[in-house]
């Protein structure tokens, strides 16, 4: 099992930037996929971004192309979700997650998952 644990989140206004982490812990794999979803209040979880983790390949949203930055820190066992000209649609609980395969834009494709951090964008 790995358990990841979300931290970053608050409020912020629109245009502004926040930077979330996500620290991974326990059992962890030589190549799997960290990624970033969210879900808004009455909305489905839905795919922000991505990393293999071995390699540093990124994938992105089409939501975040251009504002949002995903990283990682290998020494940390931690990623990183850089957010920039944030707007009020991206408000919404926002959750780390993770995978022994390669990438997949699917929330069903993760198996583990951290408990998520809120995102309160104001205009």
């Known amino acids: 099992q790995v358990q990841l644990v979300e931290s970053g989140g608050g409020l912020v206004q629109a245009g502004g930037s926040l930077r979330l982490s996500c620290a991974a812990s326990?059992?962890?794999?030589?190549?799997?996929?960290m990624g970033w979803f969210r879900q808004a209040p009455g909305k489905e979880r839905e795919f922000v971004a991505a990393?293999?983790?071995?390699?540093?390949?990124?994938y992105y949203a089409d939501s975040g192309k251009g504002r949002f930055t995903i990283s990682r820190d290998n020494a940390k066992n931690t990623v990183y979700l850089q957010m920039n000209s944030l707007k009020p649609e991206d408000t919404a609980v926002y959750y780390c997650?993770?995978?022994?395969?390669?990438?997949?834009?699917?929330?069903?494709?993760?198996?583990?998952w951290g408990q998520g951090t809120q995102v309160t964008v104001s205009s």
């Open positions: 990393i293999s983790w071995s390699v540093g390949i990124t």
């Open positions: 997650a993770a995978r022994n395969s390669v990438h997949s834009d699917s929330p069903g494709g993760y198996s583990y």
């Open positions: 326990g059992r962890t794999f030589s190549r799997y996929t």
